[in-house]
């Protein structure tokens, strides 16, 4: 008779702490059932993962600056010497309007954002193939990896302020409002816009490699398309409805309105941008989902 039993009669039976554990151990039963199609996403099963997609997270975090000299000091470096030269070229030469903000401020605001969703989309566009290993061999939500790409770049971007707040104590713009409770919003916009393009690209990436060599042919005009070397407000109105169709073009204009006290966006462009962005979304999802079952024989 071991320490943890006690004999009853003719019968072995576990302790109670035992029992208790062994109750613990099987609180999450899985059912193998087919996935839906449908777009959704599994809320509770992701958060039963929530471990895992941390360790997405941190493991991304440290290998994005692995073995780099000046390491996260990158992360203020880009966007100053990005900033540097949007202010040369389309501040000194083109001479484009910045409304009632000072330009270097418009510029510094708008890249910190754009480069956010562009890390992101990059990241989850690719997330699948480069975590080929994992996809094939062990069973975890498959969405947890584009989602996961699309938060390792909030690190660069939440550094990325310790170079703006100084340019807005110099200019001394700052939020006159409440208007500034609504820029988390905006920052929110911007990740569901680039986790539905994500879904998207990474389903297709599993079939077709084209993503990583298309991604570098678009996103270079794509902060011209949303308003990052100028204000939106004072281009012609025409062109303020055709780019309101880029939800980073209401992503920017607001975060803007809400950090540095920029002109208001037009809100009926905004929820232009908004409905672009959730269509994308469910659209991304459903390719996704539709796909998932097929990953691990295609990829």
């Not at 702490?17 to 193998?32: C, F, G, N, P, S």
């Not at 510029?107 to 754009?114: D, I, Q, R």
């Not at 902060?223 to 209401?250: D, R």
Request: overall charge neutral; some cysteine.
């Amino acid at each position: 008779m071991t320490d943890t039993e006690v004999q009853v009669g003719d019968l072995v039976e576990p302790r109670p702490e035992e029992a208790l554990e062994t109750e613990q151990r099987v609180d999450r039963v899985t059912v193998i059932r087919p996935s839906p199609r449908r777009p959704h996403l599994d809320v509770p099963e992701l958060w039963h993962y929530r471990e895992l997609l941390g360790r997405f997270v941190w493991r991304d975090i440290k290998v994005r600056y692995k073995q780099t000299f000046l390491g996260v000091a990158w992360a203020l470096l880009v966007p100053i010497f990005s900033a540097v030269v949007y202010v040369v070229v389309f501040g000194k030469f083109a001479n484009f309007p910045a409304g009632n903000v000072p330009y270097a401020e418009l510029v510094l605001s708008g890249l910190l954002v754009m480069q956010y969703f562009t890390s992101s989309l990059t990241g989850s566009g690719v997330s699948l193939v480069t975590n080929m290993a994992l996809v094939t061999k062990v069973y975890f939500p498959r969405a947890l990896l584009p989602l996961a790409s699309a938060i390792v770049p909030a690190v660069d971007f939440a550094l990325g302020l310790c170079v703006l707040l100084p340019l807005m104590a110099y200019y001394g713009s700052w939020p006159d409002g409440p208007e500034v409770i609504l820029a988390p919003l905006f920052l929110g916009l911007a990740f569901v816009t680039a986790l539905g393009a994500g879904f998207l690209l990474s389903a297709v990436n599993v079939r077709y490699r084209d993503v990583p060599h298309m991604l570098p042919a678009f996103l270079p005009i794509l902060p011209l398309l949303s308003g990052v070397p100028y204000a939106v407000q004072e281009i012609p109105e025409k062109w303020q409805w055709i780019l309101a169709f880029n939800p980073m073009t209401a992503v920017i204009s607001g975060w803007r309105w809400a950090v540095l006290g920029a002109g208001a966006p037009d809100w009926g462009q905004v929820a232009v941008g908004v409905a672009v962005a959730i269509a994308l979304f469910v659209g991304g999802l459903a390719v996704f989902r539709s796909s998932e079952p097929r990953f691990a024989d295609t990829i």
